[in-house]
Structure formats: C-alpha cells, structure tokens
C-alpha cells in the first residue's frame, strides 16, 4: 500500500493535509485546470511538511475525527431505529389525502385538456378564456378541497413523526454536543502547533488560515 505525506496548502484553503493520492497528480491537476493567475502561487506554497510537531498534530485531529465518528454512531444509530417506524406510520397516515389529491389533479388536467381541444374547435372564444372557464370550479373546488385534507393531513401525521423520534433525536444531539466539544479542544490544540509550524516552512505565505488568495 502506498503510503502519502502530509503537506501544506494541498487546497487553497487546506492549511495542512495528508495527501490521498501522489501529489505529482495533483501538481499535473493544478497546471492543467486551474486559471494561470493561481497555478505559480499554487504550486509555490505545496510542499511537503518536515516538523514532526506538525504530523503528529494533524494525527491528533485524524484521529479526534475519526473518535468523533465512533462516539456519536450508537445515538445515531437508536434515531435511525426510531425514525424507520415512525416514518412507516407518516406514510400510512398521509396515504389517503395523497390519494384524494392526485385524483384531483387528474381531474384538473382532464378539465384542461378538454378546455384545450374545445378552444381549437372554437376559434372565437379565446383559448385562454376557455381554459379558465371549465377548470375554474374543478380548481376552486377539488383542488382546493383536496390540498387542505392532504396538508392538514400532512401536518398531523408530521406532528406525530416528530413526537415518535424526539426522544431518540435527543440523544442524537446530546452525544453530538458531548463529542464535538472534546474534537474541538484537540483541533484547537493541534491546530495552534500547525499554524505555528507553518510560518517557519512556508516563509512568505498569504495564507490567513483560511486561504492562500488573502489578496484582491
């Protein structure tokens, strides 16, 4: 297996980055489909990381993501658990006004249809004019009808799948908040090394941290 180094400004606005592939595709990528005013900078600012301080931080950050990942996977797991029947139960609920609307419109289409074909036949009444004559009641009335059963419908069984999945929702979001908050401190840790690192290897960089084209 091949093994990739870390290097700076791989992406303009990737401070530092293990590389995913031979950095040589990505140098012939720059030069053969990026504008030609940021190829030079492009390629000037990628180069290899040398501090050991530095990838030892960036895996610390792999690696806090990767502990991120694990640490919500159960929660979101059990909400996915909880979603699927409630979900099930959403569908079922909204199957009828679904139903009673399509039909609608079908109506509605046949209406215009037929206005449309009636137009043609008769060149002094304007198509548009007929149109609006025989689909009116079907729009005003069926449609009408149809939309406030299907949203009040909608909105019922909705009501019901938020209820269904709030508890496990809950935990989702609470195991969320907890391993955020340990991922941030280490990305805030490491990233202190690596912008430290950075303005020792990469003397004259524009790079405010968020990317090299710092400059209009």
Same mark, same amino acid.
């Given at each position: 297996?091949?093994?990739?180094?870390?290097?700076?400004?791989?992406?303009?606005?990737?401070?530092?980055?293990?590389?995913?592939?031979?950095?040589?595709?990505?140098?012939?990528?720059?030069?053969?489909?990026?504008?030609?005013?940021?190829? *030079?900078?492009?390629?000037?600012?990628?180069?290899?990381?040398?501090?050991?301080?530095?990838?030892?931080? &960036?895996?610390?950050?792999?690696? &806090?993501?990767?502990?991120?990942? =694990?640490?919500?996977?159960?929660?979101?797991?059990?909400?996915? =658990?909880?979603?699927?029947?409630?979900?099930?139960?959403?569908?079922?609920?909204?199957?009828?006004?679904?139903?009673?609307?399509?039909?609608?419109?079908?109506?509605?289409?046949?209406?215009?249809?037929?206005?449309?074909?009636?137009? #043609?036949?008769?060149?002094?009444?304007?198509?548009?004019?007929?149109? =609006?004559?025989?689909? #009116?009641?079907?729009?005003? #009335?069926?449609? &009408?009808?149809?939309?406030?059963?299907?949203? =009040?419908?909608?909105?019922?069984?909705?009501?019901?799948?938020?209820?269904?999945?709030?508890?496990?929702?809950?935990?989702? $979001? $609470?195991?969320?908040?907890?391993?955020?908050?340990?991922?941030?401190?280490?990305?805030?840790?490491?990233?202190?090394?690596?912008?430290?690192?950075? #303005?020792? $290897?990469?003397?004259?960089?524009?790079?405010? *941290?968020?990317?090299?084209?710092?400059?209009?």
């Amino acid at each position: 297996m091949a093994e990739y180094y870390y290097y700076w400004h791989i992406h303009h606005d990737v401070l530092c980055e293990r590389a995913t592939e031979p950095i040589a595709n990505r140098i012939e990528y720059i030069k053969s489909d990026k504008p030609s005013n940021e190829v *030079g900078i492009r390629l000037r600012l990628l180069k290899e990381v040398k501090s050991a301080k530095v990838i030892a931080a &960036a895996d610390v950050i792999a690696l &806090a993501r990767e502990t991120f990942d =694990e640490a919500i996977a159960p929660a979101k797991e059990v909400y996915q =658990e909880a979603k699927a029947p409630a979900r099930k139960v959403y569908e079922e609920a909204t199957a009828p006004a679904r139903k009673v609307f399509n039909k609608a419109m079908a109506l509605a289409k046949k209406a215009y249809d037929e206005a449309m074909a009636l137009a #043609k036949k008769e060149a002094t009444i304007p198509a548009q004019k007929v149109y =609006e004559e025989a689909t #009116k009641k079907v729009f005003e #009335k069926e449609i &009408a009808l149809a939309r406030k059963v299907f949203d =009040e419908e909608v909105a019922l069984a909705w009501k019901v799948f938020n209820e269904e999945v709030a508890p496990a929702r809950k935990v989702v $979001e $609470e195991a969320i908040a907890l391993a955020k908050e340990v991922l941030n401190e280490a990305i805030a840790l490491s990233r202190k090394v690596i912008e430290e690192e950075h #303005k020792k $290897e990469c003397v004259d960089c524009p790079c405010d *941290g968020n990317s090299i084209f710092t400059k209009k």
